[in-house]
């Protein structure tokens, strides 16, 4: 079964970037596509994002202008960079994969990890 | 606020049967996207519960089940047992937004 892990700073200051990778292990980052998803404390589910292994990417129109997925074949990584945060973008990170075939669920998930937004 | 609405709560005894509604619009579900609902206990990963409406994954039991109609979809859990006491959450698409969204989720208790 394949294992998603996030890694990245838990604390970024205001105004500055938000930088998370999530590694991708026993399977191949090849031919899926992979999503962001976050969940500020206390409240529900929000989707950021997705980059296939080929580049192309998607983002949630809310978060476009601050938003940029990458991914890195050769180490089966992809990565979420968020600018100019504020305290609204303190959340629980979860990077993810989306099953194939269908429209945009989501069958496998990283166990999250969570970023504060404070100076 | 989001465009899929959940109940906040539902509750039921042991072995009792509940559902949980999701409730869209003419962008989303009611133009006939996909429907996906995932079981969420706080501290762990979201588990894929139900895609394409009513599609179990392997290895989840056939006690949920999912359906859709016009621009509603639902969750039921028959024979409701302690371990699904957790938060749910339905998916789809709005063209509308240009995004994938999620519902509001609906925490489900175990009387």
Redesign the interface.
């Known amino acids: 079964q394949v294992l998603l892990q996030e890694s990245g700073p838990g604390l970024v200051k205001p105004s500055e970037t938000l930088s998370l990778t999530c590694t991708v292990s026993a399977g191949s980052i090849s031919t899926y596509y992979w999503t962001w998803i976050r969940q500020p404390p206390g409240k529900?589910?929000?989707?950021i994002g997705y980059i296939h292994y080929s580049g192309t990417t998607k983002y949630?129109?809310?978060l476009k202008s601050r938003v940029t997925m990458s991914v890195d074949t050769s180490k089966n990584q992809f990565s979420l960079k968020l600018s100019s945060v504020t305290a609204a973008d303190t959340a629980i990170y979860?990077c993810s994969r989306v099953?194939t075939g269908?429209?945009?669920?989501?069958?496998?998930?990283?166990?999250?990890t969570m970023v504060t937004v404070s100076s | 606020q989001s465009v899929l609405t959940q109940p906040p709560s539902v509750s039921g005894a042991p072995g009792q049967r509940v559902t949980i509604s999701c409730t869209g619009s003419s962008s989303n579900i009611g133009a006939g996207y996909d429907v996906h609902w995932y079981q969420h206990l706080p501290g762990t990963a979201p588990k894929f519960l139900i895609y394409g409406s009513s599609n179990r994954p392997s290895g989840v039991p056939d006690r949920f089940s999912g359906s859709k109609s016009g621009t509603s979809a639902s969750l039921a859990i028959s024979g409701l047992q302690a371990e699904d006491e957790a938060d749910y959450y339905c998916q789809s698409y709005d063209s509308s937004l240009s995004a994938y969204v999620f519902g509001s989720g609906t925490k489900v208790t175990v009387l």
């Open positions: 529900g589910l929000e989707w949630n129109p809310s979860y099953a269908t429209q945009g669920a989501v069958d496998v998930w990283g166990q999250g």
